[in-house]
């Protein structure tokens, strides 16, 4: 009779464990991005991953690597495209690696405010044809955050294309981007996010350039306190997922990321938008020169070799993105 009972006793124990072990086991989902902890992307990140685990009721965690603990954005998207990692979000420009055309987003003075930019990403046809290419490669786009617009700073005073020339300046791996820089006059060095502020520092490079929420999460305006508004490209951030990671979910499952994905983005949109003024304020405070009006015209004039050169890789895509963000300009002031 005791073991009978003993037995019983057992047989219910394993029966629990097994309960608890079903209740609270869970997927972790990798979320690898470059951003530093106080930044925007970060922040965006980590609602994501609640509302995930929300709308899945519990089957997935998202556990969020920033500050390139896994990699930069481009071995972030090369591994997200292998399934080395389940998410990450970079700059349109930066999946050019993988669906070229997309370095024509990256083309410069196109858009000229949140509300254009917001309206060309949201309802752009030639957009998204470009974005339904990537599942081929590995990975899908779920949602487009938000980055800012894209300003220099550099170390000495910069007013216009005169003040570039024989400064050599870090961008990250972009073809559109390095054409622009050059046409303005700069050098070019690319290296990861990382390496960025020691190179300011050294002197290696003369400066950086980036959206102003990676400005002020880097500490950039330290070693290059020149800040100057160019707003030369305007920058989101799109949030893909491993293709292999998405077949996996269940058809419930991708539309609770989905829907998570999308909700964030307007929060991280706002975020941004919001914030802009309010970094200025405190990089500004902290010994930063902001450079609120520099000559946009000669800038703007020294890049129309760019449009030339795209036309003559990219053919009809380029005026295709240059007649709707034309449209996007006329309807949105």
């Not at 005791?2 to 086991?25: I, M």
């Not at 500050?67 to 990450?88: H, M, R, W």
């Not at 890789?313 to 309807?331: F, H, I, M, P, S």
């Amino acid at each position: 009779m005791k073991k009978a009972k003993a037995l019983v006793r057992f047989v219910f124990a394993l029966a629990g464990t097994a309960f608890a072990v079903s209740a609270y086991a869970q997927t972790i989902l990798k979320f690898s991005h470059t951003d530093q902890q106080q930044g925007a992307r970060q922040a965006a990140a980590q609602v994501f991953a609640k509302k995930v685990e929300e709308y899945t009721q519990g089957r997935y965690k998202v556990q969020v690597f920033c500050c390139s603990q896994l990699g930069n954005d481009p071995k972030n998207i090369e591994q997200l495209a292998l399934g080395g990692v389940d998410f990450t979000v970079s700059a349109t420009g930066s999946y050019a690696g993988q669906v070229p055309t997309l370095n024509l987003t990256m083309m410069p003075f196109i858009i000229d405010s949140y509300a254009q930019g917001w309206k060309f990403y949201d309802e752009s046809k030639w957009l998204q044809a470009q974005f339904d290419k990537a599942p081929p490669k590995g990975f899908r786009f779920l949602a487009t955050w938000e980055a800012g617009f894209r300003n220099m700073t550099t170390r000495e005073p910069l007013n216009s294309p005169a003040d570039a020339k024989g400064k050599k300046l870090r961008t990250f791996p972009n073809e559109m981007m390095r054409w622009q820089l050059e046409a303005m006059g700069f050098g070019i060095q690319i290296m990861p996010l990382p390496e960025v502020y020691l190179a300011i520092q050294q002197g290696a490079v003369a400066g950086q350039e980036n959206p102003i929420d990676t400005i002020y999460s880097n500490k950039f305006y330290e070693v290059a306190p020149n800040v100057t508004l160019t707003n030369h490209v305007y920058s989101p951030i799109p949030l893909a997922v491993s293709e292999k990671t998405w077949q996996r979910f269940s058809p419930a499952d991708q539309q609770a990321v989905l829907r998570a994905a999308k909700e964030v983005a307007p929060f991280q949109r706002n975020m941004i938008k919001d914030n802009d003024e309010k970094l200025l304020a405190s990089m500004e405070s902290k010994g930063a020169k902001i450079n609120r009006k520099p000559n946009i015209e000669a800038f703007r004039k020294s890049v129309e070799p760019v449009y030339v050169k795209a036309r003559e890789k990219y053919g009809a895509d380029v005026d295709q993105v240059l007649t709707e963000a034309a449209a996007v300009r006329k309807a949105v002031k």
